[in-house]
């Protein structure tokens, strides 16, 4: 133990090391495993040193916690369906959060109880105490309210995901000064605890927080909850390196800053995907919410579209030189992975180029779409994004779209008064025919109508998607009905 005490800096410093090696593993999918891999044995060499190097900590109840958070974590890891990882995901980042409150609503009561018992009675059991300074303060404050604003706002972020009746996203004209008012109300209590170390500004400040990660979240669209789950990513790990040097623990500031900076460059990539700000995604309203969409429905004449069967499209891509297939949230929803792998196998087999275009924020969460095609195996080399195969659609046979709707929306190209003008999408409308699997006509999770759905190229296959995609193989290899 005398050992890990004299070389924790040293360990510390091979734990950081080790998630900058995680951080580029995890940067392509061919290393991502060998990057998870040094995730796990940074943050086991983290933990065990902070174990050694803690002050009298009450060892009971440290294993306990573990013990119980590794048991929920198992079990959950290996029952949540993908469906469900994004909002897994937001849960996750709630819980750093309040790590990150109660870390520092203990702080500072444990400050607090030392001052009570007096610098003379501490003297003389050996206690060298010195009040909190400002700097430390600060540190507080900041780890404290961005830690309340992040759990609040990912408990809400997970709710929409899951499509929870509590989680109801608030609109009108009141919402942006009301999140201001909360806002400068919650800095100035910060500013007071701040300046005088004031407990009652303290507690107001976190109440305010946890109201305001609320407040903030609820007004934003669905269509943009991928780019929220990305920066509250970030934000959980700013507020994790807050209490690190509230801790004073390195391996806690360094760890945290590489969690917050990494997920605020995903967040700009995202942004940037939607050629949008990240101040007009978090405050510029919903992208197309759904009050708009039905409005917009009201004032529009039905538009006809063209239905075909599985057995059709089966006969088209198999006679196609070159497909594409382009997943949305309908996929995972219908957990049609391995069925599409097993369609893009059998349509190689007769000699049809098979590739996938992923746009940047496909699906409910960043990398949802690559997740789910890594675990059905699909090669790497057939998994293009948005950039490298746009240009590739003009001379592509057959597009096969399933379950995206926002993402391939010509509206974006095509109306300025669209709520996604200006977005880059997958130019899937160029392609000489368009196949779009979907279980209705309904609106996509923006709450956008989509043209390419009635465009003269484009026919709808209706029904769940892993039985369609089956069908469609079963119409390929001669076995339909």
């Not at 109840?61 to 048991?71: D, K, L, P, S």
């Not at 891509?317 to 497909?323: I, Y």
């Not at 219908?334 to 496909?362: D, S, W, Y």
Request: proline content about 4%; glycine content about 10%.
């Amino acid at each position: 133990m005398e050992m890990i005490r004299e070389y924790a800096d040293w360990f510390y410093l091979i734990g950081a090391v080790l998630f900058i090696l995680t951080l580029r593993g995890l940067s392509g999918p061919k290393t991502a495993i060998q990057g998870n891999r040094y995730g796990m044995i940074a943050m086991a060499i983290a933990v065990l040193t902070t174990f050694f190097v803690a002050d009298n900590p009450v060892v009971w109840m440290i294993v306990g916690a573990m013990v119980a958070g590794a048991v929920v974590g198992i079990a959950r890891a290996r029952t949540v369906p993908m469906t469900q990882m994004p909002e897994t995901v937001a849960l996750m980042h709630s819980l750093v959060g309040l790590a990150a409150v109660l870390i520092a609503i203990a702080a500072i009561i444990h400050n607090n109880k030392l001052i009570e018992l007096g610098p003379d009675l501490l003297a003389a059991n050996g206690v060298n105490f010195h009040e909190m300074s400002r700097v430390h303060l600060f540190e507080l404050f900041v780890g404290c309210f961005v830690g309340a604003i992040t759990f609040t706002a990912s408990v809400f972020a997970y709710g929409k995901l899951a499509a929870k009746k509590w989680a109801k996203t608030i609109s009108g004209t009141w919402v942006k000064p009301v999140q201001a008012i909360i806002f400068i109300a919650m800095l100035v209590f910060g500013f007071m605890f701040f300046s005088t170390g004031n407990m009652t500004a303290f507690w107001a400040m976190t109440a305010l927080a946890l109201i305001f990660g609320w407040v903030w979240i609820a007004p934003v669209g669905g269509g943009d909850m991928p780019v929220v789950v990305s920066l509250l990513n970030s934000f959980s790990g700013w507020a994790a390196a807050g209490i690190g040097f509230t801790l004073e623990n390195n391996m806690l500031i360094v760890a945290g800053s590489l969690v917050g900076s990494s997920g605020a460059i995903l967040s700009y990539i995202m942004c940037k995907a939607m050629n949008r700000s990240i101040i007009n995604v978090l405050f510029g309203g919903a992208m197309g919410g759904t009050a708009v969409a039905a409005a917009d429905a009201g004032d529009k004449a039905p538009r006809n579209h063209r239905s075909g069967s599985a057995d059709d499209a089966g006969f088209l891509m198999s006679n196609a030189d070159s497909v594409v297939i382009v997943p949305g949230y309908g996929m995972a929803q219908g957990r049609a992975q391995n069925a599409v792998k097993e369609l893009a196998n059998i349509l190689k087999e007769q000699g049809v180029t098979v590739r996938f275009a992923i746009h940047p924020v496909a699906g409910r969460m960043p990398g949802h779409m690559n997740v789910l095609l890594a675990e059905a195996d699909v090669p790497y080399e057939d998994i293009l994004e948005m950039d490298e195969i746009n240009s590739d659609f003009p001379a592509t046979d057959v597009v096969l779209v399933i379950g995206a709707n926002d993402v391939v929306n010509p509206a974006a190209k095509d109306d300025p008064t669209s709520p996604i003008y200006g977005m880059p999408i997958l130019e899937a409308h160029k392609a000489r025919t368009i196949m779009v699997i979907k279980r209705s006509m309904a609106t996509g999770y923006a709450g956008l109508d989509n043209d390419l759905f009635y465009n003269d190229k484009t026919m709808m296959i209706f029904g769940d998607a892993k039985k369609v995609v089956e069908d469609m193989t079963k119409a390929i290899n001669g076995t339909g009905h």
